[in-house]
């Protein structure tokens, strides 16, 4: 396939990060007040953003290989991690808010359904740009039927979705705690490499809404294979870091022994 095509796809993924820095500055202006509207606004603009550049990043690694796709990945979210705030675009950080108290259940189905509408609504534009086949590797890919990246078992899938959202969310968390210089940067690249290694598997998302709104309904799994995978694994996986995470043995291992004492010393 030709730089060209390559180009084009950059430039729509750039124009769609611009596009949603446009509509979270407005946002900001529009909404003033500190209530949830705002915050479900910005949910619903991250799960847009997301889903937008990873339906173009299905056309990089369709055609130009996973390795591709894994630098694109990895910019991005590098990128979404300086100017999404406190959106996460993804339903079971506000799980685990919410087993930590911060939150409540009508805030997580209110977030999870913004998300959902951002993710899933985004998709008539990418379609419409990929109508116009501006490169050949956008021929045929507005209208075709789409195919489940799943290639094992449901419940293998879930499980490699679950182990991966919880290796990701231990790996944020102990970074969040650590502050390293480039921490972000770090944070992307643990998960990008664990999207990589799990992407000829159950398709590498650690995200129901992503997942959901790339693949809900193709060919290849059923709608409750999809929700085992990609809803209850990555759920699961995410929800059960919570618990882990204050396990003083996991601590000790992520943190460090002297770290554990000296927090226990401030408390």
């Known amino acids: 396939m030709s730089m060209t095509a390559l180009g084009i796809s950059t430039g729509f993924m750039v124009g769609c990060c611009i596009a949603a820095q446009i509509a979270r500055r407005l946002a900001s202006k ?6 949830i509207v705002p915050i479900l606004v910005n949910e619903a603009i991250a799960s847009a953003e997301l889903c937008a550049c990873c339906f173009e990043l299905i056309i990089v690694a369709d055609n130009f290989g996973v390795a591709a796709y894994a630098v694109f990945l990895f910019l991005l979210t590098v990128w ?28 997580v189905a209110l977030l999870t359904w913004a998300e959902l509408m951002g993710g899933c609504c985004v998709y008539r534009i990418v379609q419409v ?33 679950g182990l991966a959202t919880l290796l990701c969310r231990l790996a944020s968390k102990t970074l969040s705690e650590k502050g390293p210089k480039f921490c972000s940067v770090i944070d992307s690249f643990i998960g990008t490499s664990l999207v990589v290694a799990a992407f000829n598997f159950s398709g590498g998302y650690f995200n129901p809404v992503l997942a959901t709104a790339l693949k809900w309904g ?8 999809h929700i085992i995978v990609y809803w209850i694994g990555a759920c699961v996986g995410a929800i059960l870091s919570v618990p882990l995470f204050r396990m003083q043995a996991v601590r000790k291992v992520l943190l460090g022994a002297d770290e554990v004492a000296e927090k226990k010393k401030e408390e």
């Not at 991690?81 to 799980?95: E, F, I, L, N, Q």
């Not at 193709?218 to 294979?225: F, K, P, V």
Request: proline share 3%; hydrophobic share 35%; glycine share 10%.
């Open 218 to 225: 193709c060919r290849g799994h059923t709608n409750l294979e």
């Open 30 to 35: 529009f909404f003033k007040d500190q209530g």
């Open 80 to 107: 979404w991690g300086k100017v999404w705030g406190d959106a996460s675009a993804c339903p079971y950080t506000h799980m685990e808010d919410m087993l930590e108290g911060k939150t409540s259940l009508k805030n």
């Open 129 to 161: 740009f990929w109508w116009f086949e501006f490169a050949e590797t956008h021929e045929g890919r507005a209208f075709e039927e789409c195919n489940a990246d799943l290639q094992v078992n449901p419940y293998l899938g879930a499980a490699i979705e």
